[in-house]
C-alpha cells in the first residue's frame, strides 16, 4: 500500500542534523495515525551522511533512500524526490531542521480542505546574517516584480504538493529548475500558511552566495524575457537621446561660443555604449547557455543503482 504521506528532504553533508530530522520528523507524522514515508535525498554528500542514510534506511521502514552520483544541487535533489515520492500528498522539508516539521500538521490541514498546494510562508528567519535576510528578501521581491508567474514573497521549498501537481511537475523536466516557479506556474488552488524560521540545528548554510546568485538566476530566466526586453529599451532610450541631442549641438554651435570639444565626451559616450552592448550580450549568453543546456538532454541526475535495488517497495 502506497504511504498517504511523502517528505522529501534534501541531504548534502548534514551527517549532524539527521538523527533529530529523523526523530522530530517521525514525532509529527506518527501523530497523523496514517501511512508514511520519508524520501532522503543524499546529494553528493562527503561527510558521512549518505551511510547514515543507508543505515536509517535499514533500521526504519518509512525511510527510503535515494542516493545521488555527486553533487546535483538542492533542486534537482529535491526533483529526484518528488520522481520517488508515492504519497498522496509530498512535502518537501529542508534537512536541517529550519522548516520546524510541526509545521507539516499545518500544510495537511489545509490539504485536507482542498488546496493542492500548500507552501509555508515565513513571517520571521531566526539565525541567519543580515545579509541573508535582506539578499532573500531583495530576490523575492525582484522575482515577484519581473516575472511572469505570480511566485508568493517570502517563500522557500517548504511545501505540500498535491499528488497531482507531483506528477504534472514530473513531466516538466527543465535542467535549470526553479521549482517554487513551477509549482506556482502549474495552479491549481495554492495557499500559504506563516511560519516561523528557525535556526539551523547543526552546520553551516549549504547555499553560499554564489549557489544563491546561480538559483535567482535560473528563477528570472526560467520565468522571465524582462532582461532580453531590457536591451531593447536601453536601446531606444540612447537612440532617441543621441537623436535630442543633434539639433541641440547644431544650435548651441550657431547661436552661441559653446563648442563641445575633446576626445572626453566621444570617449565616454562610445565606453557607454560598449558596456551596454557587452551587458546585452552577457544576457544573451545566459539565456543561449541554458538553451544548450536543454538540448543536450542528458539526465537530470544519476542515482546509484545499487541503492535504488534495496529500496524497500520498488
Ligand atoms: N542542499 C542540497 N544540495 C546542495 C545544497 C543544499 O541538497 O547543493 C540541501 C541542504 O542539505 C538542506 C537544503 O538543501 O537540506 C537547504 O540548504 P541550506 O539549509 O544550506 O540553505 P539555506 O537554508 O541556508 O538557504
Ligand atoms: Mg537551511
Known amino acids: 500500500m502506497n504511504p498517504r504521506y511523502s517528505i522529501v528532504a534534501p541531504i548534502f553533508n548534514e551527517i549532524d542534523n539527521l538523527d533529530e530530522l529523523i526523530r522530530r520528523i517521525r514525532e509529527v507524522m506518527d501523530s497523523t495515525g496514517e501511512k508514511w514515508e520519508i524520501v532522503l535525498v543524499d546529494d553528493g554528500s562527503t ?69 493542492q498546494v500548500v507552501y509555508a510562508v515565513r513571517t520571521e528567519r531566526v539565525g541567519e546574517s543580515w545579509f541573508k535576510k535582506t539578499t532573500a528578501s531583495l530576490f523575492y521581491r525582484i522575482i515577484f516584480k519581473i516575472t511572469d508567474v505570480d511566485i508568493p514573497l517570502d517563500t522557500g521549498d517548504f511545501r505540500l504538493l498535491d499528488r497531482r501537481i507531483v506528477d504534472v511537475m514530473g513531466t516538466m523536466r527543465e535542467r535549470h529548475r526553479f521549482l517554487r516557479g513551477m509549482a506556482s506556474w502549474v495552479g491549481f488552488r495554492q495557499i500559504g500558511v506563516p511560519y516561523k524560521r528557525a535556526a539551523r540545528y547543526a552546520g553551516e548554510t549549504k547555499y553560499p552566495l554564489k549557489k544563491m546568485i546561480r538559483l535567482a538566476l535560473t528563477a528570472i530566466t526560467s520565468f522571465s524575457y524582462f532582461p532580453l526586453q531590457m536591451a531593447t529599451w536601453v536601446g531606444f532610450i540612447c537612440a532617441g537621446v543621441s537623436i535630442l541631442a543633434i539639433p541641440v549641438v547644431i544650435i548651441l554651435r550657431a547661436v552661441s561660443e559653446q563648442v563641445f570639444l575633446g576626445q572626453a565626451s566621444t570617449l565616454i559616450a562610445v565606453l557607454f555604449l560598449g558596456g551596454v552592448q557587452l551587458i546585452s550580450l552577457g544576457v544573451l549568453g545566459e539565456y543561449i547557455g541554458r538553451i544548450y543546456d536543454e538540448a543536450k538532454g542528458r539526465p537530470l541526475y544519476i542515482i546509484n543503482e545499487e541503492d535504488l535495488q534495496k529500496r524497500k517497495g520498488s
Do not use: C, M
Open 47 to 115: 561527510d558521512g551522511s549518505s551511510e547514515r542514510i543507508r543505515e536509517i534506511a535499514k533500521e526504519f521502514d518509512f525511510v527510503s533512500p535515494v542516493i545521488l552520483a555527486r553533487n546535483f544541487g538542492h533542486q534537482i535533489a529535491v526533483t529526484a524526490g518528488l520522481d520517488y515520492a508515492k504519497g498522496e500528498a509530498v512535502i518537501i522539508i529542508d534537512a536541517d531542521l529550519q522548516d520546524p516539521p510541526e509545521v507539516i500538521l499545518d500544510l495537511i490541514e489545509k490539504w485536507k480542505e482542498d488546496y
